[in-house]
């Protein structure tokens, strides 16, 4: 394969920036632009210091640190130039190596060779772009497992037990005459139905890794001056929302990705849900009205320290459908809120001082709980995107109506050919068997340098 480069580190100035060049001969053309130790006679993970160049013209000092096929990320020869992190320099260098042979990458294309190379399955290819976009610690373990090939072996095991099925179905239908077993459609069914098992372990956790990989769609609603801009800025950790004390100022919707623990909410901060004469006000509520709508949990704020007012009522008339917490902020102040409305309406409530950024943890218990986000979620495998997903629901349908057929009596031919598609369908998963269309596809996410 050609020579590829790119800079691996983000296009921002810092204090070391990366630039990786990968193929058959990359070493040559890192050759041409390193001076210090001939990168040709380097051994694989060792490194040089030494002064990258364009011709004659000096253009940093660089460590080079060489891998040699196969035992590299792509598992091609690979030599990664460490300078300083300017934008220019990272540039110019990049550029010399265009120069002297080298092809710009494609976004992902370091990690499509590794797959292409064998270096990786494909769902451990997705992981590698998971981890990159991983916001918190929960996120980062779900890519983690993924990276370490735990849906790569559940899958795998699926279909190397449907693999010797169609092994026993066809020795036994090509070549009547020998004396090969029947296959039984008991026995048949029984390992089928294990197979469907272990495929639905797969799903199991699917939503609530999705919320976790994805974020929950949030909304505090509440009416003005309870805090809720105070809340949002207090999760999003800055100023974002305006907070004052005059009611009714946070007009439109300010949307953000903030961290509740490890569960990311994306949040929009709304205007407050009540009942007005004011036209601009009005807008305001009716796009929080709509908001609501879309979200899957609805923060509903509360002033502890004021009796609940027509507006709260309002509100929580609104919001009877919904998954609501009740949050009880300004717990620092004297509290003078009856909460018995909550407790009648089945309403999970929370106590919070928003100022003092107090009672947060809580706050994300009842979160975790209203969405059985636990440890479970991320300590098994489970299929991380909605292509993953449909390769085993496929999968899963193939299975499910073989087990139908054999129940039915039917011959078994017609369930080879279902197992086939079983197969087929957990093969594209891994990668093993797939179209360009899709490769292309999983890996047009990445960005470049990956
Ligand atoms: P919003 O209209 O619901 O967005 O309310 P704001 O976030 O703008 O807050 C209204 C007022 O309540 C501001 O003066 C905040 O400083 C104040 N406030 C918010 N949270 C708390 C809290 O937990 N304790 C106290 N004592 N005041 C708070």
Same mark, same amino acid.
């Given at each position: 394969?050609?020579?590829?480069?790119?800079?691996?580190?983000?296009?921002?100035?810092?204090?070391?920036?990366?630039?990786?060049?990968?193929?058959?001969?990359? +070493?040559?053309?890192?050759?041409?632009?390193?001076?210090?130790?001939?990168?040709?006679?380097?051994?694989?993970? &060792?490194?040089?210091?030494?002064?990258?160049?364009?011709?004659?013209?000096?253009?940093?000092?660089?460590?080079?640190?060489?891998?040699?096929?196969? /035992?590299?990320?792509?598992?091609?020869?690979?030599?990664?130039?460490?300078?300083?992190?300017?934008?220019?320099?990272?540039?110019?260098?990049?550029?010399?190596?265009?120069?002297?042979?080298?092809?710009?990458?494609?976004?992902?294309?370091? &990690?499509?060779?590794?797959?292409?190379?064998?270096?990786?399955?494909?769902?451990?290819?997705?992981?590698?772009?998971?981890?990159?976009?991983?916001?918190?610690?929960?996120?980062?373990?779900?890519?983690?497992?993924?990276?370490?090939?735990?849906?790569?072996?559940?899958?795998?095991?699926?279909?190397?037990?449907?693999?010797?099925?169609?092994?026993?179905?066809?020795?036994?239908?090509?070549?009547?005459?020998?004396?090969?077993?029947?296959?039984?459609?008991?026995?048949?069914? /029984?390992?089928?139905?294990?197979?469907?098992?272990?495929?639905?372990?797969?799903?199991?956790?699917?939503?609530?890794?999705?919320?976790?990989?994805?974020?929950?769609?949030?909304?505090?609603?509440?009416?003005?001056?309870?805090?809720?801009?105070?809340?949002?800025?207090?999760?999003?950790?800055?100023?974002?929302?305006?907070?004052?004390?005059?009611?009714?100022?946070?007009?439109?919707?300010?949307?953000?990705?903030?961290?509740?623990?490890? +569960?990311?909410?994306?949040?929009?901060?709304?205007?407050?849900?009540?009942?007005?004469?004011?036209?601009?006000?009005?807008?305001?509520?009716? +796009?929080?009205?709509?908001?609501?709508?879309?979200?899957?949990?609805?923060?509903?704020?509360?002033?502890?320290?004021?009796?609940? &007012?027509?507006?709260?009522?309002?509100?929580?008339?609104?919001?009877?459908?919904?998954?609501?917490?009740?949050?009880?902020?300004?717990?620092?102040?004297?509290?003078?809120?009856?909460?018995?409305?909550?407790?009648?309406?089945?309403?999970?409530?929370?106590?919070?001082?928003?100022?003092?950024?107090?009672?947060?943890?809580?706050?994300?218990?009842?979160?975790?709980?209203?969405?059985?986000?636990?440890?479970?979620?991320?300590?098994?495998?489970?299929?991380?995107?909605?292509?993953?997903?449909?390769?085993?629901?496929?999968?899963?349908?193939?299975?499910?109506?073989?087990?139908?057929?054999?129940?039915?009596?039917?011959?078994?031919?017609?369930?080879?050919?279902?197992?086939?598609?079983?197969?087929?369908?957990?093969?594209?998963?891994?990668?093993?068997?797939? &179209?360009?269309?899709?490769?292309?596809?999983?890996?047009?996410?990445?960005?470049?340098?990956?």
């Amino acid at each position: 394969m050609s020579v590829i480069a790119a800079i691996s580190t983000p296009n921002a100035p810092g204090g070391i920036a990366v630039i990786r060049v990968s193929g058959e001969g990359a +070493i040559d053309v890192a050759a041409r632009v390193f001076r210090g130790k001939d990168p040709r006679k380097m051994e694989g993970y &060792t490194c040089a210091y030494g002064c990258a160049y364009d011709g004659d013209e000096r253009l940093d000092d660089c460590i080079l640190t060489v891998f040699r096929a196969p /035992h590299s990320y792509t598992g091609e020869d690979t030599a990664e130039f460490s300078c300083h992190g300017g934008l220019y320099v990272t540039k110019r260098i990049l550029r010399t190596l265009l120069n002297n042979g080298a092809e710009i990458a494609q976004p992902g294309e370091f &990690t499509k060779r590794a797959f292409l190379n064998g270096k990786l399955d494909l769902t451990q290819a997705e992981a590698v772009m998971d981890i990159i976009s991983a916001r918190g610690s929960a996120e980062l373990k779900i890519a983690e497992g993924l990276r370490e090939g735990a849906v790569f072996r559940k899958v795998n095991s699926c279909s190397k037990r449907l693999m010797k099925l169609l092994g026993d179905l066809a020795a036994w239908s090509d070549y009547p005459d020998e004396d090969i077993p029947y296959v039984e459609p008991e026995e048949l069914s /029984h390992e089928l139905k294990s197979i469907r098992e272990e495929l639905n372990s797969l799903l199991k956790n699917y939503d609530s890794g999705k919320l976790l990989r994805e974020g929950i769609p949030t909304v505090i609603v509440g009416k003005p001056n309870v805090g809720k801009s105070t809340i949002f800025n207090s999760l999003s950790g800055c100023e974002r929302s305006i907070v004052t004390d005059i009611a009714g100022t946070t007009r439109d919707i300010v949307e953000e990705s903030v961290m509740l623990g490890d +569960i990311t909410l994306r949040l929009s901060d709304t205007a407050g849900i009540h009942e007005t004469e004011d036209i601009i006000e009005g807008i305001g509520i009716r +796009i929080a009205e709509k908001a609501l709508e879309n979200a899957l949990l609805v923060i509903a704020v509360f002033d502890g320290s004021c009796p609940l &007012t027509a507006d709260d009522f309002y509100l929580l008339d609104k919001l009877n459908a919904h998954r609501i917490i009740a949050v009880i902020n300004k717990s620092d102040l004297e509290q003078r809120l009856d909460e018995s409305i909550f407790q009648e309406k089945n309403i999970h409530t929370v106590f919070i001082s928003a100022k003092n950024s107090s009672g947060l943890t809580e706050l994300r218990y009842a979160v975790e709980e209203m969405f059985s986000l636990n440890e479970e979620c991320f300590s098994t495998a489970t299929a991380a995107n909605e292509r993953q997903k449909n390769c085993i629901v496929s999968a899963l349908d193939s299975v499910t109506e073989a087990i139908n057929a054999l129940d039915r009596g039917e011959m078994l031919d017609g369930v080879n050919v279902l197992l086939d598609e079983a197969e087929q369908s957990l093969l594209e998963l891994t990668g093993e068997r797939v &179209t360009n269309a899709v490769v292309d596809e999983v890996f047009s996410r990445f960005c470049v340098g990956k």
